[in-house]
């Protein structure tokens, strides 16, 4: 459709006084400048947009049949699209990391926070970030330490809902979804990013993941700088290139190293009330937890805390069983080699 046409709509409803499709087709006229490059203008009409809206907002509750655009927050197919809207209360003090890790993260922070100086200077501000790992290693803790640090809502994405068997379905699924988050300035976090994003297969029918990819090379390439994109996987190695080539950030969490278990375990045990039952016990323990995820090591203590307060007499003086924690480590690792 023509940029004309688009503005034939604006002026129909804006003459109705439909704010609803008004808004809507603004939205549309906006994803068109995108599309033909005309990036300046797509920025204007989205500030003005996001404007409109909070002043709509701050005007408080409207009269019950009132059109809002944020009733499309509240559309049911829109929220099928999305698992969970959180705002995180997690911080650096609740990750527990390698160093190289926690920096990227520290420095990504202070670029979100500094991002009106950063502008004035004309710099682009990370904000395609893509974290990869063993499972259980603290990627999508990350991005709820990000979401709290910047104090941003984050929508966590349902894949299942966003994938669909019709043809064309996906790419306009993730479309509204990116479309809706550059609205609220928020965070969008998809697990399981592979899935997406997967290598293109030209020797196969995959011409619907072909489609895909390169819906998401452009609504990354025409992300708002207030908007973030956390995307997590195991399997970095299925990432086409071309969206690998897109992230600011890429980093790996890896399994943790000695020291790293017994930040662990001090961060589970930080409010001294439990202890183990035998002393200087805990060294031997931590060479059993050596090659397990934090997940792994975490679920296993907590297991080994509520089985010591059931085999207990005193729950008011409970010694955390080393004997029982060992066991469980040990059924972890015959679970890693199972999967």
């Known amino acids: 459709m023509a940029q004309i046409n688009y503005i034939k709509e604006l002026v129909k409803y804006g003459l109705e006084n439909d704010q609803e499709k008004f808004k809507a087709a603004l939205n549309e006229l906006i994803e068109y400048a995108k599309q033909t490059k005309k990036t300046n203008y ?8 996001k404007d409109a809206i909070r002043n709509e907002q701050n005007r408080g509750p409207k009269l019950v ?25 997690y ?7 390698g160093k190289d890790v926690l920096e990227q993260l520290e420095y990504l922070i202070k670029e979100h926070k500094s991002k009106d100086m950063l502008n004035n200077l004309r710099l682009p501000i990370s904000n395609k970030i893509l974290f990869y790992g063993p499972s259980g290693c603290g990627k999508t803790l990350a991005s709820y330490v990000l979401a709290g640090e910047l104090e941003k809502m984050m929508y966590v994405i349902n894949l299942g809902a966003i994938v669909s068997s019709k043809l064309g379905e996906t790419s306009k699924n993730l479309a509204k979804v990116f479309r809706q988050a550059s609205v609220e300035d928020c965070i969008i976090f998809i697990d399981e990013f592979d899935s997406l994003g ?9 011409g619907e993941m072909k489609r895909i990819v ?32 897109r992230f600011d950030l890429k980093i790996k969490l890896d399994l943790p190293n000695k020291k790293q278990i017994r930040e662990l375990v001090d961060l589970i045990l930080m409010n001294g009330q439990f202890t183990f039952d035998r002393k200087n016990i805990l060294t031997t323990i931590l060479k059993e937890a050596n090659g397990l995820s934090y997940y792994s090591i975490q679920k296993s203590l907590i297991g080994a805390i509520k089985r010591s307060i059931f085999e207990s007499s005193d729950n008011n003086n409970v ?14 690792k015959e679970q890693v080699k199972l999967s």
């Open 42 to 49: 797509a920025l204007q009409l989205q500030s003005i947009l």
């Open 65 to 89: 049949g009132s059109p809002s655009y944020f009733t499309r927050i509240e559309d049911r197919e829109l929220n099928e699209l999305i698992l969970e809207k959180i705002t995180s209360e």
């Open 91 to 97: 911080r650096f003090k609740n990750l527990i990391a």
């Open 198 to 206: 997967k290598i293109r297969d030209y020797d196969q029918d995959h």
């Open 214 to 245: 390169n819906t998401i090379l452009q609504l990354f390439d025409y992300l708002h700088q207030n908007s973030i994109i956390i995307a997590a996987t195991n399997q970095i190695e299925m990432i086409d290139n071309a969206l690998l080539r």
């Open 319 to 332: 010694k955390i069983k080393t004997s029982i924690w060992k066991e469980l480590l040990k059924k972890e």
